[in-house]
């Protein structure tokens, strides 16, 4: 992030400092603390602040155009070739991470392994949940989407989720 | 003899620390980006100066 660790008197320095907003939405702020050998003030905050405005998300797009375009980097880029809970934290927390529009894991968990499994690879109708199998149009492969419904309700597959 | 010498040792840094010493300089340590759309690049470069009489080295840059 800093062009140069080694500054001699009178010599100028950058430092870059930048912020994923995809997804986000809301007044942010980040904060880089900068340490150095200077006497007085050996810490300074250097402080961003920006108001995200989500132009993409306001749309009401088809479910499955998640998988398509400049979409498809936060919403299946993250987690390819990924398997069982690390897949869910990659793709699927974008929607159903804590104050997203989808369903949180602890809501999951109080439905049948058979209805989580139906819902991923068929998709929600008339939610924005798309289905991510194959003959659904989605990018998972069945291993794939048999290892999240392990993931998810861990009875299912006799294995621990967490 | 040998404490002398130390007591004369730390004497000296600590003069050179008092009068060489770096110092950095942040014009606007806050920067506010403005209204953003998630698509736009959400980065700034900070630009600071060593105005002290010694080299100034950044030891650690810690995001929170």
Redesign the interface.
């Known amino acids: 992030m800093a062009s140069s660790s080694r500054l001699k008197p009178g010599e100028k320095g950058k430092i870059k400092v930048a912020v994923d907003v995809r997804g986000r939405r809301g007044r942010m702020v980040k904060k880089v603390q900068v340490s150095t050998n200077d006497p007085k003030t050996p810490r300074v905050i250097l402080v961003l602040k920006m108001r995200v405005t989500d132009r993409i998300h306001m749309k009401k797009y088809g479910a499955a155009e998640i998988f398509k375009g400049s979409c498809s980097g936060c919403h299946i880029g993250r987690g390819k070739s990924m398997k069982g809970f690390a897949l869910f934290l990659a793709d699927c927390m974008t929607c159903h991470g804590t104050g997203k529009s989808g369903l949180s894991i602890v809501q999951m968990r109080t439905k049948k392994a058979g209805e989580i499994e139906r819902a991923i690879r068929q998709g929600v109708r008339g939610t924005s949940m798309p289905g991510w199998d194959p003959k659904h149009g989605g990018p998972l492969t069945d291993e794939q989407i048999r290892g999240l419904v392990d993931a998810i309700i861990p009875a299912a597959g006799g294995r621990k989720g967490i | 003899m040998t404490r002398a010498f130390l007591t004369f040792a730390i004497f000296l840094s600590l003069v050179s620390?008092s009068f060489a010493?770096?110092?950095?300089h942040?014009r606007n340590?806050?920067?506010?980006?403005?209204?953003?759309?998630?698509?736009?690049?959400?980065?700034?470069?900070?630009?600071?100066?060593?105005?002290?009489?010694?080299?100034?080295?950044?030891?650690?840059?810690?995001?929170?």
């Open positions: 620390l010493a770096p110092s950095l942040i340590p806050q920067y506010d980006l403005g209204t953003i759309t998630q698509k736009d690049k959400a980065e700034h470069v900070f630009v600071f100066q060593n105005r002290g009489s010694s080299d100034l080295v950044i030891e650690k840059l810690v995001p929170s």
